[in-house]
């Protein structure tokens, strides 16, 4: 199986190869008018970018190629243009890895077209006449017309009105937007980690990756920390002490600003802490739950029309109104406004509790085979749930065991009201876990 959670990923040179990056983009694609192309800033993205678009060219298809821009920028494009598009990146894997994401009108495709790519993928490749091959074009507004999105989506004025001083650590393609951005909302900006090819540090928002922004926050006085994964469909803040906020938290805060401004329906997915559920009670929203990742929480999206915003507690956010994809600087935006009415993030945080939580990750060559083995042992005993992995409901939390769709590992997530009962049953379901990657 080529795609996982989101697009396909891997290792650049023996699992992501200029030949395979050829043979995805002439599978996909075939047949159509336009193909929209962009990549983030790895070391790796131009010689995938120029296969890309000598294969889709060779089909016959026109290339619109956008540059470096983020994931979200890309996807918007395709969603005003109607069209399909080829984002290569690996998001928040580091520089050894490289990736491609396939969109199709704003989001990534669905698993049935996915499907479809892999048929098509081993067959010959499609070569048109010479009379008859597409076109290369280039396209420089891309980014500004997802500014000006964005700009409709947030109070402006309200924003500039509260003159907030950021530092933004954008350490991948986000600094094309981000900082640009920032300063169109009046915002006194300090950015790191920007002007390169590649990256300065991880590019996966942790705490510890993002240890030096909280240091700059501190030192410069900011009141917000603010960074972006590789591709930028992520966003992740620090409050004014440079402390982040946490998954959870970040992720409450934003639902919670969102059921505020219009009643709906919200999706989120197994991962999402209790949390999540009581705000969404709280605030007498409605909610839709739905596998891990971001292609699930865009599906669910698209069918429920009283869908008002979905997304991840990785710092992925889906607006309705936006495009139908996670948009790590619509969410940037979104969280000023926050910041805006409500200032202090130290001080709001306290508002959004959330209860004794563990999230590890386990080495595992073989996800299927040790998932088999731990799906036999993994029985506590509370509501079994098979979506994606096996979670299990209890009254007072859950416990979820699945395989990464990114990489060779496998998750566990737990999160109990008491901590004596988390510890107790996340020890027993490690030593599972454990026991099924060893055998
Ligand atoms: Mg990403």
Same mark, same amino acid.
């Given at each position: 199986?080529?795609?996982?959670?989101?697009g396909i990923?891997?290792?650049?040179g023996t699992e992501?190869?200029?030949?395979?990056?050829m043979?995805i983009?002439?599978?996909?694609?075939?047949k159509?008018r336009?193909i929209a192309?962009?990549?983030?800033m790895?070391?790796?993205?131009?010689?995938l970018?120029?296969?890309?678009?000598?294969s889709a060219?060779?089909?016959g298809?026109?290339?619109m190629?956008?540059?470096e821009?983020?994931?979200?920028?890309?996807?918007?494009y395709?969603?005003k243009?109607?069209c399909?598009?080829i984002?290569?990146t690996?998001?928040?894997?580091?520089?050894?890895y490289?990736?491609?994401?396939?969109y199709r009108?704003g989001?990534?495709i669905s698993?049935k077209?996915?499907?479809?790519?892999?048929?098509?993928?081993g067959k010959e490749m499609?070569l048109?006449?010479w009379?008859?091959?597409?076109?290369?074009f280039?396209y420089?507004?891309?980014?500004r017309?997802?500014?000006e999105m964005?700009?409709r989506?947030v109070?402006?004025?309200?924003i500039?009105?509260a003159k907030i001083?950021?530092v933004?650590d954008c350490?991948g393609?986000?600094?094309?937007?981000?900082p640009?951005?920032l300063?169109e909302?009046g915002c006194?900006?300090?950015?790191?980690?920007?002007g390169?090819?590649?990256?300065y540090?991880?590019p996966?928002?942790?705490?510890?990756?993002?240890?030096?922004?909280?240091k700059m926050?501190r030192a410069?006085?900011a009141?917000?920390?603010?960074?972006?994964?590789?591709?930028?469909?992520?966003?992740?803040?620090?409050?004014?002490?440079g402390?982040?906020l946490g998954?959870?938290?970040?992720f409450g805060?934003?639902?919670?600003?969102e059921?505020?401004q219009k009643?709906g329906?919200?999706?989120s997915?197994?991962?999402?802490?209790?949390?999540i559920k009581e705000?969404?009670?709280?605030?007498? *929203?409605?909610n839709i739950?739905?596998?891990v990742g971001?292609?699930?929480? @865009?599906? =669910?999206?698209? +069918?429920?029309?009283n869908? !008002?915003?979905?997304?991840?507690?990785?710092?992925e956010?889906?607006f309705?109104n936006?495009?139908?994809?996670?948009d790590?600087?619509? *969410?940037?935006?979104?969280?000023l406004?926050?910041?805006a009415?409500n200032? @202090?993030? =130290?001080?709001l +945080?306290?508002?959004?509790? !959330?209860y004794?939580i563990i999230r590890?990750k386990?080495?595992?060559t073989?996800r299927?085979?040790?998932?088999?083995?731990i799906?036999?042992?993994?029985?506590f005993?509370g509501n079994r749930?098979v979506?994606d992995?096996?979670r299990e409901?209890?009254?007072d939390?859950?416990m979820?065991v699945?395989?990464?769709?990114?990489?060779?590992?496998?998750r566990l997530?737990?999160?109990?009201r008491?901590?004596d009962?988390?510890?107790e049953l996340?020890?027993?379901?490690?030593?599972i876990?454990?026991?099924?990657?060893?055998?």
């Amino acid at each position: 199986m080529l795609f996982g959670t989101s697009g396909i990923r891997g290792l650049y040179g023996t699992e992501i190869t200029p030949l395979l990056a050829m043979k995805i983009a002439n599978a996909f694609a075939q047949k159509e008018r336009e193909i929209a192309l962009a990549t983030d800033m790895r070391e790796t993205s131009e010689i995938l970018k120029n296969v890309v678009i000598s294969s889709a060219l060779a089909t016959g298809v026109n290339v619109m190629d956008l540059g470096e821009i983020p994931t979200p920028t890309l996807a918007f494009y395709t969603q005003k243009k109607n069209c399909k598009g080829i984002m290569i990146t690996a998001s928040h894997n580091p520089g050894e890895y490289n990736g491609l994401k396939l969109y199709r009108n704003g989001r990534e495709i669905s698993k049935k077209e996915e499907a479809e790519v892999e048929a098509d993928y081993g067959k010959e490749m499609r070569l048109v006449k010479w009379d008859k091959l597409g076109k290369l074009f280039h396209y420089e507004y891309a980014v500004r017309e997802h500014i000006e999105m964005i700009k409709r989506n947030v109070n402006m004025e309200k924003i500039r009105n509260a003159k907030i001083k950021v530092v933004v650590d954008c350490n991948g393609v986000g600094m094309h937007i981000t900082p640009a951005l920032l300063r169109e909302m009046g915002c006194i900006v300090i950015s790191m980690n920007c002007g390169k090819r590649g990256f300065y540090r991880n590019p996966e928002p942790t705490a510890e990756n993002l240890a030096e922004l909280g240091k700059m926050v501190r030192a410069s006085s900011a009141h917000i920390g603010i960074a972006h994964d590789g591709d930028a469909d992520r966003v992740i803040f620090t409050d004014e002490n440079g402390e982040m906020l946490g998954l959870d938290v970040q992720f409450g805060i934003i639902t919670e600003h969102e059921l505020k401004q219009k009643n709906g329906l919200i999706i989120s997915t197994i991962e999402a802490s209790l949390l999540i559920k009581e705000l969404i009670k709280k605030n007498k *929203g409605k909610n839709i739950v739905v596998g891990v990742g971001s292609t699930n929480v @865009s599906e =669910a999206m698209e +069918k429920n029309k009283n869908a !008002i915003f979905g997304g991840e507690p990785a710092g992925e956010y889906i607006f309705k109104n936006g495009v139908n994809t996670p948009d790590g600087i619509l *969410g940037c935006a979104k969280f000023l406004e926050i910041f805006a009415e409500n200032g @202090s993030f =130290a001080q709001l +945080k306290k508002n959004y509790k !959330i209860y004794p939580i563990i999230r590890k990750k386990f080495g595992c060559t073989d996800r299927k085979r040790a998932m088999e083995k731990i799906s036999k042992a993994f029985l506590f005993g509370g509501n079994r749930n098979v979506i994606d992995g096996i979670r299990e409901d209890f009254e007072d939390g859950f416990m979820l065991v699945r395989a990464s769709g990114t990489e060779n590992a496998i998750r566990l997530t737990a999160e109990f009201r008491s901590m004596d009962k988390l510890m107790e049953l996340a020890e027993k379901a490690e030593k599972i876990i454990k026991d099924a990657i060893k055998k």
